[in-house]
Structure formats: C-alpha cells, structure tokens
C-alpha cells in the first residue's frame, strides 16, 4: 500500500467513523463509489465494529483454574 492509498484509507475511515453508527456503510458507499479503496475501507471499518468493548471487561480468573501451577523456571544468565 502507497502513502497516499494509507492516507486515502485514513481519511475514509475517520470520516465513516464521524458519521452516525446506522449510516456509516452508507456514507462509505457514497464516498468510495467503485474506487478500489472501498473494499479495503469497509474490512477496516467491520474490523473496528467488530472489537467494540474489546477489553473493556476485565477477564476472571478462578482460581481453581490455576491452583497447583508452579511459576516457570527462569531463565539462567548467559557467560559470555
């Protein structure tokens, strides 16, 4: 990918982004039309859709899961 496409697909999608949720398909269509950054734009964009509250809930562990797990060996300093 040239700089310029990076930046052509930088702006598509930060401005997809500024649009309303229900319309940014939409607004991407429109301002894509049949260029060849609109495939590449709309995997970008589902790919965000998609990691919405990636992370926002911690993960539980229970410690039963983990209960009799040893630490790994560490690692011994190299002579050299």
């Known amino acids: 990918m040239t700089r310029d ?3 052509r697909l930088k ?19 429109r301002q894509t039309g049949s260029d060849d950054a609109r495939p590449r734009s709309r995997r970008v964009l589902l790919a965000h859709e998609g990691s919405e509250g990636f992370l926002e809930t911690p993960v ?16 011994r300093a190299l002579r050299v």
């Open 5 to 7: 496409q990076r930046e």
């Open 11 to 29: 702006a598509l999608f930060n401005g997809a982004l500024g649009s309303v949720p229900r319309t940014r398909h939409e607004w991407l269509s």
């Open 60 to 75: 539980e562990v229970d410690p039963a899961d983990i209960a009799g797990t040893e630490e790994p060996a560490r690692p």
